[in-house]
């Protein structure tokens, strides 16, 4: 892809071993307090990073795994965690979105919407039809993010023939207990900022989550499956989408 540029920062496809290890010290300050984050993903996914055209660390970065159709599934990262019936279904190329991340105490937002960007010229090049991931809630107790599971469950569940499965014991299920997920406007806005930023920007593409949660250990997470279907997406969403990646 050719690189997006707007004012100072530039989007591009990472290249080579420099580029790589630039991305993996921006995830291991944003998901490990500094530790190394790579895993055997890495080698099988494309690196999307944003960077300061004056020089400097990675700004924003994010991984991606195109596959064929759905029924590739069972290669991707999300399919260690989750059964999901449906997925097989899906003919067109599907891409799994992964340790999407801003460099810490990052307040411009220019980066990240840079990234979202590029991220939208790269799916409608290569036709894909559906992105999906897992989205991560920091802190792995399940009782910690219940009003935002609860809102969830109400509001923003996939529908059959979508199920989801964790693939382990232990799986949290998402549910609504009678008016909890609601609670009023001033409830359910309270439990909406409980929700994290980046699963607040796919619930805005029309983005619906899996009927179970899983505790990540490795990371101190809860993460829920996440599914956008391109072709579902509110018109003024993919539009604006469209526009930052230079497609207007």
Partial sequence: ????????????????????????ALRARAF???????DPWDARCLHLL???????PVAAACRLLLLPSGADFAQSYSAQFYEVDGMSALSAPVAEVGRLCTAPGLADPDPIRLLWGALTGLLGARGVGCLFGCTSFRGGDPA????????LAGRHLLQPPWQVRARRAGGV????????????AEGAAMAWQGIPPLLRAYLAMGGRVGQEAVIDRDLDTLHV???VDVAAMPAGRLAALQALAGRQ
């Fill in 32 to 38: 490990r307090d500094g530790a190394d984050d790579r």
């Fill in 1 to 24: 892809m050719t690189a997006l540029e707007r004012g100072r920062y530039a989007a591009r496809l990472a290249e080579g071993p420099g580029d790589l290890a630039a991305v993996l």
């Fill in 50 to 56: 944003v960077e300061n055209r004056g020089g400097g």
């Fill in 144 to 151: 910690r993010h219940r009003p935002a599971l609860d809102l």
């Fill in 173 to 184: 299920r998402l549910r609504s207990d009678g008016d909890r997920q609601g609670d009023g």
């Fill in 225 to 227: 499956f996440t599914l």
